[in-house]
């Protein structure tokens, strides 16, 4: 029999799958024919493939090939987009779903340009593993996820976000203006406002990407003093009053991100100083597809 796993989702009570590849196969279909088929001209289409915006009428434009095995009345655009939902590929917007997944990447001077737009308010905080990169995929599940809540809104120019990229998206937390950069070895947090509202706002930020990781990631600093190590930032009795920290004699900018206590030294990590192993990549490639590449990856240890 070809029946080996059983998925059951209680938002379709009524279905249930026994080859979930085939449904993968569905998303990998509707990223296939929204990204790649450009000489649509549909406006739907370029809505989806420029600011990541779908809807159940694109589904049905799409006409994906379902399964035969799907009953036409128990499983069409509509249960998918709330498979979707669940799962956390899409998040809703207003009448609409935001899927990152089908959006393009933006390169370093993009990032850098947009970042200048908005200059931070405080030093930007890390989110990272260690001695391994951010699992592929992490970036959109994280920004779905955090828009699942009420206090996370994309950044909006009418219907269209102002700054929607597979790896940066500017958003707000309540009032905060917000961007996040996914960099693969970690995540960088931006925030860009007053102050004051930083002191309060900086730790609640925080405290949601921590939340939105099912394997929870470790927090640093993006240190600006050019130092290619790990190393600690002091802060003197009166520097913490100030809520600021020093490395060296580069003043670091404000930094509320943790509730300040007695201690007068504050760990500051350096990021991207860590490339994995090329035998490790492979065996990470050896785990959705065949097993010889696990060969491969053992040689290159």
Sequence with gaps: ???????????????????????????????????????????????????????????????????????PSMFEAKELITLLLHLGVVSKCNSEYFMPSLLKGLDTQGIEASLSLHPNTVAPCAVYYEKRWLECGAFGFLITSLL?????????????PECAYSNCIKMYFESMLVTLVDYASHIEIHVHGDIDDCQELCHDIKLSVFDAFKVKPQFGL??????????????????????????SKNPLKKFPWNRFGASPEVWMKHICDYTPKLGDLMNEVAAVIPAKWRLVGVQLK
């Excluded at 379709?12 to 279909?29: A, H, K, W």
């Excluded at 649509?40 to 379902?66: W, Y």
């Excluded at 699942?148 to 269209?160: A, H, I, Y």
């Excluded at 993006?222 to 490395?247: D, I, M, N, W, Y």
């Design 148 to 160: 699942s809540s009420d206090r996370w809104t994309l950044v909006l120019d009418g219907v269209r």
């Design 222 to 247: 993006v240190c600006p003093c050019g130092r290619s190590e790990r190393h600690v930032a002091k802060c003197t009795q009166a520097a913490l009053k100030r809520k600021q920290a020093f490395c």
């Design 1 to 71: 029999s070809d029946l080996n796993v059983i998925l059951y989702y209680s938002v379709l009570p009524n279905v249930v799958f026994t080859n979930p590849q085939s449904f993968l196969n569905i998303v990998t279909e509707i990223i296939e024919r929204i990204v790649y088929n450009k000489d649509i001209k549909d406006p739907l289409f370029s809505r989806a493939r420029n600011e990541g915006m779908i809807s159940i009428k694109l589904i049905e434009l799409l006409k994906l090939d379902f399964p035969q095995a799907y009953k």
